[in-house]
């Protein structure tokens, strides 16, 4: 069969991939609006963090041992992602100067161009994992515990980062609504 590509007959599949590409169909969105917000708005960027996160996680299936839900453990891969490709975009501007992951030009939503430039430059100056807790928490609707597995890191250690992205967020915002700082809730365990 010239050009056609053998497929595995859907018994060979396992539950585990069953439930993988479950994962990728009801994920899938969720996923690169994280990785968008983690990245700082780059449409492209927060593309390929996503599609590298997917294939990292289906390649290591593997080494899946079902300690957490399949969903946390991809998700931590996809914040390691994130992670890794700001860091090396920060390399790269560093050596090469300018943005050098500019994104396509776009149009983009209504609202205050100038508002969303103040509010990704604050979050631009939080460390990795107080963005990273920030944007899980408040942006995505994780709770604290949930949070914690997917950095892999403590519950307290999490709570301390929201605490001193929301300082410091309040803190270089704080003329926006200066009657409503300090007024924003972590979110329960």
Do not use: C
Request: no cysteine; net charge neutral; proline share 5%.
């Amino acid at each position: 069969m010239d050009g056609v590509v053998a497929l595995e007959p859907v018994a060979a599949i396992s539950e585990l991939e069953r439930r993988f590409a479950a994962l990728v169909g009801t994920h899938r969105e969720r996923a690169r609006r994280l990785a968008w917000r983690l990245v700082g708005g780059d449409d492209a960027a927060a593309e390929d963090v996503t599609q590298d996160a997917f294939v990292k996680a289906y390649q290591g299936l593997g080494r899946f041992r079902d300690e957490s839900s399949l969903e946390t453990w991809f998700y931590r891969i996809l914040v390691r992602q994130a992670a890794n490709h700001r860091r090396w975009r920060g390399v790269r501007e560093r050596w090469w100067g300018g943005d050098v992951d500019a994104p396509d030009p776009q149009p983009r939503p209504p609202g205050d161009p100038g508002l969303r430039r103040r509010i990704a430059a604050a979050l631009d100056q939080l460390s990795g994992l107080q963005r990273e807790s920030f944007v899980l928490v408040h942006m995505e609707g994780f709770t604290v515990r949930e949070s914690a597995e997917i950095l892999g890191r403590p519950m307290g250690t999490v709570k301390s980062h929201l605490h001193r992205a929301l300082r410091s967020l309040r803190s270089e915002l704080a003329d926006l609504h200066p009657s409503e700082a300090g007024t924003a809730e972590e979110k329960p365990e």
